[in-house]
């Protein structure tokens, strides 16, 4: 049981260059979510999903975009990165909503921005 | 919006010694969750309380909450080098609505010398 998978695990780009981070789930949890931990500040929501085709901002959004086309895949997108995205970025999911059930969170993706 | 202070943000202790972190909410929660993140992984959900007042034990791990669901506490008795990681606090803001979301202190990370 692989639980929550995020590709790729390190990640360096430039300026302005864009990516997409992929995260996968087989465990059929319904929310999915994508967060990024920088030292000091915890873990920062940026978007979630509480089911396929759904989308919803959290707390930091802003530069990034998402997609859920399938139940099991939540995709973050990078349009133009900024240096101020070198963060670590961890894809969540839960079986219902985040406060009343455990989050399962992949291994993570490490993005340099230079 | 809500705020979870943590404190302290670095604790350094000899093994066997015990650890304390404590979580504060600027408002009342409706639940909340601890996780533990090793050094170089991902956080992992340990326990979660709802009840004002709540105490749950996990072998050497004591969690409790506040009687005005504001705080928190997680103690560590006799810490063992496998204790080593940071500790974050998330807790469910009752506004949040359908998607429940949490909001995630900032951690503590805890250091066991040999």
């Known amino acids: 049981n692989a639980g929550v998978t995020q590709t790729p695990k390190f990640r360096v780009l430039k300026t302005g260059q864009s990516m997409t981070l992929l995260c996968a789930q087989d465990?059929?949890?319904?929310?999915m979510y994508w967060y990024r931990q920088d030292p000091g500040m915890g873990l920062r929501l940026i978007h979630y999903?509480?089911?396929?085709?759904?989308?919803a901002k959290g707390e930091v959004p802003d530069g990034y975009n998402v997609s859920r086309l399938k139940k099991q895949n939540f995709l973050l997108g990078l349009e133009s990165a900024a240096p101020s995205q070198t963060s670590v970025y961890f894809c969540?999911?839960?079986?219902?909503?985040?406060?009343?059930?455990?989050?399962?969170f992949g291994n993570g993706t490490r993005l340099t921005v230079t | 919006g809500q705020q979870v202070m943590q404190i302290p943000q670095y604790q350094h202790v000899q093994e066997g010694e015990d650890f304390t972190t404590y979580c504060n909410s600027s408002?009342?929660?409706?639940?909340i969750q601890w996780y533990k993140q090793r050094p170089g992984g991902h956080p992992v959900f340990l326990i979660q309380l709802v009840k004002s007042g709540e105490v749950k034990k996990q072998k050497r791990l004591t969690f409790q909450f506040g009687e005005a669901k504001k705080n928190s506490s997680l103690h560590i008795t006799a810490t063992q080098t496998t204790d080593v990681g940071t500790y974050f606090c998330a807790g469910e803001d009752p506004s949040s609505g359908s998607a429940r979301q949490l909001t995630f202190g900032s951690g503590t990370q805890l250091t066991v010398l040999p």
């Open positions: 969540a999911s839960s079986y219902v909503g985040q406060g009343n059930s455990p989050l399962h």
């Open positions: 465990m059929n949890h319904e929310y």
């Open positions: 408002t009342t929660l409706s639940n």
């Open positions: 999903s509480v089911g396929e085709g759904t989308t």
